[in-house]
């Protein structure tokens, strides 16, 4: 049996489909900014980590802004399945889907560790990728004020109310990522939040 023979199994077993590709590419972009830094992620050196040719990341993110886009999307898909299913196994009160949000939120970005406030702040880097994230914090707010809501006494939640309930869950989220505060005591004080937040709502709807 000749040594290419012997190289030639191997070889195909690292074949990867287009979508087992991806997937890859992005764990490797996760761990370069997890590792090294979010400035430190750049099409080359993703290449380089993920040891492929240049020309088949760009094949999937052409841009740099693109994999720091995707890179967000990969961390709001999975916030909102964790998110979906805490609510559909949650009891219907104010307090438990309070709780839920409160959890659901700070476990995702203490999952995701250091990385997704690097890549949140990078978001800011330029308007296109700054809309990005402003949709889907939209969304975000949005899936909150339908859960919320049967418990507002008018039936409304202000949208200030539900845009200071996302900056505080960023806030304590990151807080609790970087080991100010535990993940208890944010989960807490966002939970509190929330539940604060419906009832001003109401006491202020005419």
Same mark, same amino acid.
């Given at each position: 049996?000749?040594?290419?023979? #012997? !190289?030639?199994?191997?070889? #195909? ?29 750049? /099409? ?9 040719? !240049? ?12 994999? #720091? ?24 009160? #104010? ?15 203490? /999952? ?74 944010? !989960? ?19």
């Amino acid at each position: 049996m000749s040594s290419i023979e #012997l !190289k030639e199994p191997a070889r #195909l077993r690292q074949r990867l489909s287009r979508q087992g590709r991806r997937l890859q590419l992005m764990e490797v972009a996760w761990r370069i900014v997890r590792e090294e830094g979010t400035d430190a992620l750049t /099409l080359p050196r993703l290449a380089e980590q993920a040891g492929v040719a !240049k020309p088949v990341v760009y094949d999937h993110f052409s841009t740099r802004p693109v994999l #720091l886009a995707a890179l967000y999307q990969d961390f709001d898909s999975r916030q909102t399945a964790i998110m979906d299913a805490a609510l559909q196994s949650s009891t219907p009160t #104010l307090a438990d889907r309070a709780a839920v949000i409160a959890s659901s939120y700070v476990d995702c970005v203490l /999952l995701q560790g250091r990385e997704i406030p690097g890549v949140i702040a990078a978001l800011a880097s330029s308007p296109e990728l700054e809309r990005i994230k402003r949709d889907y914090e939209v969304i975000f707010m949005e899936k909150c004020r339908l859960a919320l809501v049967p418990f507002a006494e008018a039936r409304h939640i202000a949208l200030p109310g539900l845009w200071a309930m996302l900056g505080a869950a960023e806030a304590l989220s990151n807080a609790a990522a970087s080991g100010d505060i535990t993940a208890a005591e944010a !989960k807490d004080e966002l939970s509190g939040t929330i539940v604060a937040m419906v009832a001003r709502g109401s006491a202020r709807r005419p």
